[in-house]
């Protein structure tokens, strides 16, 4: 019974260090200066015309369901199951988002979305709920990636027009499925 617990000690062990080195090893080398006229400030409208279509949620959501994954089981395991595609819906609101109202500043940035959510972005590395989260600049434009254990999802945010237009590209690649959506945004 004892050599069981040490063999079991040691592959928890084994599949902690894995887990950590492929969140390190995916990382990107990200800058935490903001880009001088990089100031995404203001209230920002959907240009449907422009953007993708809004996923279909319950498609996403019903995926999800058939991993038989539950928030409540992730969040007592802790840190370590932080995938499914029915939390990207909840937890990444551009998706569905029309609106946004962002306030940015030195260190971070705030953003509220027209359906209740807020989310506060901090350049750098930190935790945020199941995720841990990358956000900096990659050649002028934000990056935040969001990792988890069977997910990462990359935001790239770029103006265009001027600054007028904001285009966020987001890859969520979840549960081993890969979805891509481009939202535009135009300020207001």
Known sequence: ?????????????????????????????LSTQVPAGFDLSGNWILAPELSDETPDLRKLQSRGDRKELKRGQLLSEGRAGAGSLMFITHDFPVLQARHMAIEQNVDSMGIEYDRGGYRDVSWGERSRD?????????QGNLVIVSQGH???????????ENGRVLVISIEVDADGEMVTVVRVFRRR
């Open 1 to 29: 019974m004892r050599r069981w617990y040490s063999i079991r000690a040691r592959l928890i062990g084994l599949a902690a260090l894995v887990f950590l080195g492929v969140g390190c090893a995916s990382q990107q080398k």
């Open 130 to 138: 199941l995720w841990d989260v990358y956000s900096g600049w990659d």
């Open 150 to 160: 069977n997910a990462q999802v990359k935001e790239t945010m770029r103006f265009e």
